[in-house]
């Protein structure tokens, strides 16, 4: 089944590094999974509430300069937080950027500096990551809906 943005989620990539909206809208039609954009762009205002609440970790956030976007996984209509979703996005994401020959980094596989050229799925990389914080002794941060662009 080939799947297609929303005009919401075409409007939330205004402002969005051209590379990586390209990687986003090329990997809708390889997922085999639905998804959304629900954040491109943020104001420094928008992150600094995100951080207060404690749902971002950094006032650096490459959202603030277009670098980064957040997906939504959609299971017919209803929207999915479900992590297994994401690493089939992460895979689609990963093809996408491999065609267009963009560096991209998974906010779930933050050890892999570029996804698109990863050798293995989505899922191998972030058992990778979550792997490699468990041996340093340090929990893993999954942000499974977060993708950014490695510039």
Known sequence: MTFKLSTRSLDRLIGVDERLATVVKGA???SKIDFGVICGMRT???QRALVEKGA??????????????????YIGSRASWELNLYDDIADAMAEAAREVDVPIRWGAAWTVPNIAYFNGTMEDAMNGYIDTRR???RRPFIDGPHFELMV
């Open 28 to 30: 809708i039609h390889k």
């Open 135 to 137: 041996t340093q002794g």
């Open 56 to 73: 971002s970790q950094t006032m650096k956030s490459k959202h603030l300069q277009g670098h980064a976007v957040d997906l939504m996984a």
């Open 44 to 46: 420094m205002d928008e």
